[in-house]
């Protein structure tokens, strides 16, 4: 059996959005389950969109995916020369010609074309020159492009598509395309098919939006006497209006880097992704890296576009509810020391983080993390929700302000009260703290919720979050005496 070799190609013209990054993972995907190479290509050769940033966002995008290659990666510009010398192959072989028609002429039989409805395509003028005319026209300076000649075939041209089934055209309805610019620029469809081949690749999984080339290239690979690759032409994802998502009109909420930069995990992250084209046939949604692999096939991927439902003016949801609530399912259910590696980076760039976390803290650290990451949405809710547990700058949250502090004024006397009967403790554990705070409610005669709710405010800046006694013995016993002890500066003055 001959080798499995998939490629991601993409061009460097803006950050990896989620199509892109989809497209990677079903090829890494289907890499992985094939035992095959997957090759990074970076399609540079519109060097006036390309840029260094892009080249270095999509890897970035793809390292924090954690979509790895076997090669690469390549850069497309590298092989001009093999993209100019199989289009001088061609036009040896009698497989390409020059074109000295100009775009005015070319723009008049247009319209006339148009006029008498007719086809549309070239009318292959300069296909039957002379080598004499030819050598007249170069003598007299006249640009020329190159152009693929179509071969003159009865019958249909076509392909298999792994996801589509049979795709047709017939021979006739190929135009004599362009491969060469007047400027001697190999154009892209090209270049595509020269790296393909040299790169050996035996499957392209790629968008519908490039089947218009693929009949093309599949001409191009026979001229070339290469062998063609399977063809998947993947549904395109479209937001809930039906458009296509891209960089441009749908901006950052489409970049993986957003994705990275909102605190995702980044194989939920995948997960989401591979959900926007693609079910296993049953409702399992929630798929580890392993059974991923294990389940992916091309055949099950839709035939019709996905849409990513992502809700611009919904600040619950600033983002398609499937993603948060698969990062939340992983966030909740993965190993905590998993889940440790992954809030570490957060915590120090927030200048929280402690080496003890990983030495004699380690235990207090990860049970901490279990305990506070029920309500949690994304990494970064450690940082910013769960603050006070890591340091003292966090910000108590206005609602909860009103609503558990500021209502009572007695609260500025009772809050350290209790903060003394938590200093004089022998013992600071679940139930002395408990016990202590329902004590002093009784003796002042209140009920016990108002003491109890306001120290959650002041203690943690929430208005929800685990049972409060949990929280007290994360927080320590010096912490949690000394935020009682300040409640007076959450008063105005
Ligand atoms: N460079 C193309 C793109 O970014 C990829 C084309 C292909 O997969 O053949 O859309």
Not at 85 to 92: K, P, W
Not at 386 to 414: I, M, Q, S
Request: charged share 30%.
């Amino acid at each position: 059996m001959t080798e499995v070799r998939l490629r991601f190609p993409p061009s460097p013209t803006g950050y990896l959005h989620i199509g892109g990054a989809r497209t990677a993972l079903y090829n890494w995907l289907f890499a992985k389950k094939n035992n095959g190479k997957l090759i990074l290509r970076i399609e540079d050769t519109d060097t006036e969109r390309s840029t260094d940033e892009s080249i270095q966002g999509i890897i970035e995008g793809l390292e924090w995916l954690g979509i790895d290659f076997d090669e690469g990666p390549y850069f497309q510009t590298t092989f001009d020369g093999d993209h100019k010398a199989a289009a001088e192959r061609l036009l040896q072989e009698g497989k390409a010609y020059k074109c000295f028609c100009t775009k005015e002429e070319l723009d008049a039989k247009r319209e006339a074309a148009l006029a008498a409805k007719q086809s549309l395509g070239y009318d292959r003028t300069c296909r039957n020159l002379s080598a004499e005319e030819v050598a007249a026209k170069e003598a007299a300076g006249t640009p020329s492009v190159i152009r693929f000649k179509v071969p003159e075939r009865e019958g249909r041209l076509g392909y298999d598509d792994s996801i589509l089934g049979r795709i047709e055209a017939d021979y006739k309805e190929l135009d004599d395309f362009v491969i060469v610019r007047s400027n001697g620029k190999p154009l892209y469809l090209l270049c595509n098919v020269v790296d393909d081949i040299r790169d050996r690749i035996s499957h392209v999984i790629r968008g519908q939006d490039h089947m218009t080339n693929t009949l093309k290239q599949i001409l191009l690979y026979e001229a070339l006497e290469a062998p063609v690759p399977i063809f998947a032409h993947m549904p395109l994802t479209l937001d809930t209006k039906k458009a296509k998502i891209s960089k441009r009109s749908h901006g950052e909420i489409v970049a993986v880097q957003f994705y990275r930069d909102c605190g995702f995990i980044p194989w939920a992250f995948n997960n989401f992704l591979v959900l926007l084209g693609w079910a296993p046939g049953n409702d399992q949604e929630i798929f580890s890296k392993e059974e991923l692999i294990e389940t992916f096939s091309l055949e099950r991927i839709n035939k019709s576009s996905s849409i990513f439902n992502y809700r611009k003016n919904d600040p619950k949801f600033f983002t398609d509810p499937k993603a948060i609530s698969i990062n939340e399912h992983y966030l909740r259910t993965m190993e905590i020391c998993e889940l440790a590696k992954l809030v570490e980076p957060e915590l120090k760039a927030e200048g929280l983080w402690q080496e003890s976390f990983n030495g004699e803290k380690r235990e207090w650290f990860l049970a901490t993390l279990d305990l506070i990451r029920d309500r949690f949405h994304t990494l970064k809710d450690f940082t910013s929700l769960g603050r006070a547990y890591f340091g003292d700058d966090f910000t108590v949250e206005e609602k909860p302000l009103k609503k558990n502090v500021l209502k009572h004024d007695g609260l500025k006397e009772w809050l350290p009260m209790l903060a003394d009967r938590y200093e004089q403790l022998d013992d600071f554990t679940l139930e002395s703290a408990e016990q202590a705070a329902r004590d002093l409610a009784t003796e002042l005669d209140i009920k016990p919720g108002i003491i109890i709710n306001a120290m959650r405010t002041v203690v943690t800046g929430q208005l929800a979050g685990p049972s409060m006694f949990d929280i007290l013995i994360a927080i320590g016993r010096k912490k949690v005496i000394e935020r009682l002890r300040d409640v007076a500066r959450l008063y105005p003055a």
